[in-house]
């Protein structure tokens, strides 16, 4: 997502400070909308295709393109920008004005200038959790770093509405890890394009779940069926159960006898 060349090496726990601000005055703003890798999220799919009034076939295809990690083929999404010379963000709506879709901005534009990952960690009674971990990205050209406004990790999270986005992402996250187990086998055609339409395509994996016969399949309570027909959120979260069963991940749902 990040040039690795700009991320600093150390791992910062919530209560890291530092000093930064951004906004229209600062001699960058907007510098860092243009040619730059913006790995979506499901969430922020869902998001972004709401903001935009438009399926998410549509958004898929006028706003994105793939890219296939060599290690799993995990197919993933990223944000397209614009064919101008610069390369702008296509939600860039001017110099001056910044971002044209702020309230629903992707996760790490959110961030930025943080990045954040997700590390397996095993307790004294053996379980296995997972403990997102932060730091910082620092872009020469950025220089909110001159700003007086002190942060900590923790403040700049709850500033940026983070949480909401990381709970979203958490159980998507985790498939995400599954590249790294020993022995984890690269998805097959069929699977990949089933990550991709559970990750990335709601509208699609609404129709597959409804219309394949899917729910004949699986023990699944009625209350989870109505919540899928009717909340897109309860829906992406089948989404990322039915691919940790299908990955072979966890036993997330249970086939009907
Ligand atoms: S480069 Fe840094 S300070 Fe400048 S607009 Fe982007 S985030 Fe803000
Ligand atoms: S989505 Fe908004 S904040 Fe993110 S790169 Fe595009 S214009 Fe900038």
Redesign the pocket.
Known sequence: MFNTKVVQPSRLEPEAKFKFRCHPKVPCF?K??SN?D?MLTPYDVLRLKNRLGITSDKFIEDHTFMRIDDKSNHLYAY?KMGSDEEKR?P??ESAEA?????TD??VS?RYYPIGQGLVKVEGEDKQTTHEEFYFFVREEHCKGYDEPDQWTIASWRDDQDSEHYDQMNLEWKQLLMRRDLPGAAKLDENKQMQFFMASYDLDRFRQYVFDSGLLDRFEISEDEIEAMRTDEVALMKFGFRYLKFLLLLEETLQLKK
């Open positions: 907007t860092c909308c730059i913006i944000l963000c939600f860039l910044g971002c044209s879709i702020y901005r992707p534009c």
